[in-house]
């Protein structure tokens, strides 16, 4: 899966665990992340580290609900490449980085 395919996959988890918010929400969610944390929704692939502490900073301890539906989403869009969602000791950050490496190991294959 080129890179490319991965970011796009990536955001739409993103935009999909957003929309549990509802659709306004989610809009101002992506408003809040660009006007106080700098933060585009283009760039949150390239830079979850800030998505998700900005997520953190936005909703406090109800991040890490919306972290793991986003983590859920991901999951489901890469069938399974990614590593169990049955642990809990993962942050979205990790689990980001460790399904990228794992789809990345896989086309090397």
Same mark, same amino acid.
């Given at each position: 899966?080129?890179?490319?395919?991965?970011?796009?996959?990536?955001?739409?988890? %993103?935009?999909?665990?957003?929309?549990?918010?509802?659709?306004?929400? #989610?809009?101002?969610?992506? /408003?809040?992340?660009?006007?106080? /944390?700098?933060?585009? #929704?283009?760039?949150?692939?390239?830079? %979850?580290?800030?998505?998700?502490?900005? !997520?953190?900073?936005?909703?406090?301890?109800?991040?890490?609900?919306?972290?793991?539906?986003? !983590? #859920?989403?991901?999951?489901? #869009? %890469?069938?399974?490449?990614?590593?169990? !969602?049955?642990?809990?000791?993962?942050?979205? &950050?990790?689990?980001?980085?460790? &399904?990228?490496?794992?789809?990345?190991?896989?086309?090397?294959?």
């Amino acid at each position: 899966m080129p890179k490319r395919d991965f970011k796009r996959i990536l955001l739409e988890a %993103v935009d999909e665990g957003l929309s549990s918010l509802g659709e306004s929400s #989610k809009v101002a969610v992506y /408003f809040h992340l660009q006007k106080n /944390f700098n933060v585009r #929704k283009e760039e949150i692939p390239c830079n %979850v580290e800030a998505f998700a502490e900005a !997520m953190e900073k936005i909703f406090g301890q109800g991040a890490s609900f919306l972290e793991i539906l986003i !983590m #859920k989403r991901l999951h489901e #869009k %890469v069938k399974g490449v990614s590593r169990s !969602m049955d642990s809990d000791d993962f942050t979205l &950050t990790e689990y980001v980085a460790s &399904t990228r490496r794992s789809l990345l190991q896989k086309n090397d294959v």
